[in-house]
């Protein structure tokens, strides 16, 4: 990769990869046999700009020897994009060499990367598009699965009470700058906690006992299985249980005991 030659423009070279395996008992490497062709058109080219560009400079009637090195830059570096191995890019002309530089690095992994991508993963990646993009006969089901999925988020959302997090720090009474914090230290250290839903964060209200909150819910939590989600265990809450004599465990929260040993029991395999 080189400046080119005014400084508001940057000339991007491709790298060029040899052929792998392109060896031949001949001892003429593949690769090599393919770049002569466009060596040979590269040089005619060249030839043929640096003519162009004496007959137009103002003193004219020069030789190739002696063509000036900013002439023979620019010369090369037309050839270079005519045969698309190189791209001139414009920046901005005020812009520090600083970012420049990081330009150029940048342009430089991308090109390294680029030039690594191997015909098998490029079969991978189109195999993966195709997953994609072919039908599923599962579709439908699945689309019907997340239009009740979402039913039923929007039913909890309106019919079981929901903080946001600065009417937590309201009904807690406390008065500090960031109205957030006190929501945010209370999911961290596990005593609450909150789902998302439409772009919101909603604290259940299930979970406060005069603006703190209630106890059982940390211990609820930790016994709950580590890889249900945050909708999942909100579901859990307001549901029926059996170990509840059919009561929510929301409904139970000051029998702790029961509560609790209702959350570990769902970690517990069916067996049967």
């Given at each position: 990769?080189?400046?080119?030659?005014?400084?508001?423009?940057l000339m991007v070279d491709r790298?060029?990869?040899?052929?792998?395996?392109?060896?031949?008992?001949?001892?003429?490497?593949?690769?090599?046999?393919?770049?002569?062709?466009?060596?040979?058109?590269?040089?005619?080219?060249?030839?043929?700009?640096?003519?162009?560009?004496?007959?137009?400079?103002?003193?004219?009637?020069?030789?190739?020897?002696?063509?000036?090195?900013?002439?023979?830059?620019?010369?090369?570096?037309?050839?270079?994009?005519?045969?698309?191995?190189?791209?001139?890019?414009?920046?901005?002309?005020?812009?520090?060499?600083?970012?420049?530089?990081?330009?150029?690095?940048?342009?430089?992994?991308?090109?390294?990367?680029?030039?690594?991508?191997?015909?098998?993963?490029?079969?991978?990646?189109?195999?993966?598009?195709?997953?994609?993009?072919?039908?599923?006969?599962?579709?439908?089901?699945?689309?019907?699965?997340?239009?009740?999925?979402?039913?039923?988020?929007?039913?909890?959302?309106?019919?079981?009470?929901?903080?946001?997090?600065?009417?937590?720090?309201?009904?807690?009474?406390?008065?500090?700058?960031?109205?957030?914090?006190?929501?945010?230290?209370?999911?961290?250290?596990?005593?609450?906690?909150?789902?998302?839903?439409?772009?919101?964060?909603?604290?259940?209200?299930?979970?406060?006992?005069?603006?703190?909150?209630?106890?059982?819910?940390?211990?609820?939590?930790?016994?709950?299985?580590?890889?249900?989600?945050?909708?999942?265990?909100?579901?859990?809450?307001?549901?029926?249980?059996?170990w509840l004599d059919d009561r929510?465990?929301?409904?139970?929260l000051d029998e702790s005991h029961?509560?609790?040993?209702?959350?570990?029991?769902?970690?517990?395999?069916?067996?049967?």
């Amino acid at each position: 990769m080189s400046d080119a030659l005014f400084s508001s423009f940057l000339m991007v070279d491709r790298p060029v990869s040899p052929v792998a395996g392109g060896h031949t008992f001949g001892g003429t490497d593949a690769s090599e046999r393919h770049e002569r062709p466009l060596l040979n058109d590269r040089e005619r080219l060249l030839a043929a700009i640096l003519r162009a560009l004496e007959e137009a400079a103002p003193s004219g009637g020069g030789t190739q020897a002696s063509v000036s090195p900013s002439i023979g830059d620019l010369a090369a570096a037309a050839a270079d994009i005519a045969l698309g191995q190189s791209v001139v890019l414009q920046l901005k002309p005020d812009l520090g060499e600083g970012h420049r530089g990081a330009v150029r690095a940048f342009l430089e992994m991308v090109l390294r990367v680029s030039a690594t991508l191997d015909e098998s993963r490029l079969e991978s990646a189109i195999s993966k598009l195709a997953e994609v993009l072919l039908p599923d006969d599962l579709a439908d089901a699945r689309g019907a699965l997340a239009a009740d999925n979402l039913e039923l988020r929007d039913r909890f959302i309106t019919e079981v009470p929901q903080f946001t997090s600065a009417e937590i720090s309201a009904q807690a009474g406390l008065k500090t700058k960031n109205p957030y914090a006190t929501a945010a230290r209370w999911k961290k250290s596990g005593d609450i906690f909150s789902v998302q839903h439409r772009g919101k964060e909603y604290f259940p209200a299930f979970q406060f006992r005069e603006g703190r909150p209630h106890p059982t819910i940390k211990k609820a939590l930790a016994a709950l299985p580590a890889r249900m989600s945050s909708w999942q265990r909100a579901f859990w809450f307001v549901s029926t249980n059996g170990w509840l004599d059919d009561r929510a465990p929301a409904d139970a929260l000051d029998e702790s005991h029961s509560v609790v040993a209702a959350a570990e029991r769902e970690g517990e395999e069916v067996v049967g």
